[in-house]
């Protein structure tokens, strides 16, 4: 029997599935190829769901750490003991110390709305800190809203009719792999594909062309860009007068950046960034496909708004074809009846998710006495994961970790509850990289003992005396509430058949701009008032920072994008793929190497300030001089000496949106 299912990992294709159940269990996973915007195939990682599930080492009764703390030593207790030692701790902490001291840390393992936001209302009503979810995305938010505004962005599926595509700091067949048969379909047309990005992924080889620029400095090659498409008169002259404003302090501002200069702080040829500035202005319908890479940077906000000025400057927002995607979806705005943040009192602090290496050693008054871990893995992959671990090891600090797997953070637990898969949970899913939106039920009981996030939490708040409606209701309920919500998105969708289990498309338009920009003016902002309002620059901006450690004594720069066949830290649990995978490696350039006397497949020493990880040895010209390259968060549990890659990362934040600037750390390599 084939059951539907909706793929639940944090990436942008939310991929439409069908599961195979034969005796009870999963024993295959194919594409839905009944899914509008997935259309019958999926990555190779998602055909190993049931090695996920079905998984000798998966986590299938509570446990209770028997020894000290990461010795990896645990004892199996019954569901009552578990929570019932969780719940005395919980009031051991408030009556000695304060609700603040229980810190919640929680992202995106699950993607559903439901289990995904589960317990935000049980911390909320505890009064414990809040914590900033700030990781991710929120500088390449900030950043594109300054100048595009709020909401969805150009629909992925009308790149069909674009003759010049610019992905831009993605790895399309890596982490949007569902977007590249809309791009092969633009090229069938005619259409040229570019890539832009720091070293020569698996999409740059597929495209056009591939300009390698240096890390960080998006922002100036798209000023530089935009000094060539004002000196040839390749504006639209129209647009700009109708729909911006600021473009007279833009176009000042570009002239400071031309060829040459440009070519030097990019570390590309001058002739390359005038054919793709030339290519774009004179293309019929240019289209531009963000990712995240340039906003994991220290100004990262500034890039993605720098490069989000450029399909205004064309007019390429009233072409069919044209536009920018940064994200899409959007609906539902409002979850609050799940996550009740008016239960929180007044002056609750927050802790921003990045910085929970310093919230663990350092915050004081109170200091965080009990960790609440779920739906992450933050020893693997919070930046700077020494300081992190170090916090982690606290006698006298009490974690709690929902998992599936004896994860790294999962050995530094006091207790462990076992988690439901996402295949034996009731959920909504909503996508960052469509406009579909589907429902999934259980294709199967949940496994041993694991329970759902939302029953968790639930059976933690009874313990508590909590009686408000939030702490009762099912997934079901939710979704109801939900769907009853008025909003446009859900404007003349076929709940019904929605609520059967099919994809349905949100009324959301392909070009959301045709009316206007949700920007304070109503316009494209080339000048922000609001950034100026920030004691920000209010003009885009070339400026590049950097990691301010000694770049005499860490020369090389260190930037670390998704591993084809793993997803943050997920699927390192299966051990086909960590096969299929291999050793960890270290992309670095010829140059590099020779001087450092290294040899390919040999080990190597990475380190800064901030820590050490032991990789494998890639030499190769997919990476320019003085960067290093590492695929992927592998756990430290499976690499040398059991550290990982963040131990370089730091916790710096970005410009705007509080991120974590992962790919600006500078790193020195030896034998």
Known sequence: MWKPAVCTKDCPDTCGLLAKIEAGKITKIKADPDHPFTQGFICRKAKFFPDHVHNENRILTPLKRKGPKGAGRFEPVSWDEALDTIAAQIQKVIKDHDPQAILPYFY??????????????????????????????????????????????????????SDFIVIWGSNT?????????????????????????????????????????????????????????????????????????????LALRAAEYPLEKTADICGVPAREIEDLALCFGKARAPFIRTGWGPARQLRGAMAMRTIACLPALVGAFDKPGGGITRSLGGWPSDITRLTRPNLCPEGTRTINMVELGNALTQVNAPPVKLFYNYMSNPAAVAPQSALVNQGLAREDLFVVVHELFMTDTAKMADI?????????????????????????????????????????????????????????????????????????????????ALIQGKAVRLNIAINPYADGFNTPSGKVEFFSQAWKDKGLDPLPCGQVLRDPQDDKRYPLELITPPHPLFLNSAFNEIPKIRKIAGRPVLLIHPDDAASRHIVPQTPVRVFNDRGECRLEAKISTDTQPGLVVAEGIHWPQFMNQGKGINQLTSQQLTDQGETCAFHCSRVEVMP
């Open 108 to 161: 995106a393992g699950h993607m559903g709305i439901i289990h995904r936001n589960a317990g935000q209302a049980f911390f909320h009503k505890l009064g414990a800190s809040k914590l900033l979810l700030t990781i991710c995305g929120p500088a390449a938010g900030e950043g594109f809203k300054t100048t595009l505004g709020s909401g969805p962005s150009t629909d992925i599926e009308s790149c069909v009719d």
């Open 173 to 249: 067949l890596t982490t949007n792999v569902h977007a590249w048969p809309f791009f092969l379909k633009a090229r069938k047309k005619g259409a040229r594909i570019v890539v832009i990005d720091p070293y020569r992924t698996i999409t740059a080889k597929k495209a056009d062309f591939h300009l390698m620029l240096k890390p960080g400095t998006d922002a100036a090659l798209a000023l530089g860009m935009m000094n060539v498409l004002i000196r040839e008169k390749l504006v639209n002259d129209t647009f700009i007068q109708k729909q911006t404003i600021g473009y007279e302090q």
């Open 416 to 496: 462990i509850l076992p988690s439901a898969s996402f295949l034996e949970m009731t959920d909504i899913y909503r996508s960052y990289g469509h406009n579909y939106l589907r429902i999934a039920k259980p294709v199967i009981p949940p496994v041993g003992q694991s329970r759902t996030n939302l029953s968790i939490f639930q059976a933690l708040a009874k313990r508590m005396g909590f009686k408000e409606e939030v702490f009762s209701l099912s997934e079901d309920n939710f979704i109801k509430g939900f769907l009853e919500q008025p909003h446009p998105g859900l404007e003349g969708v076929d709940k019904k």
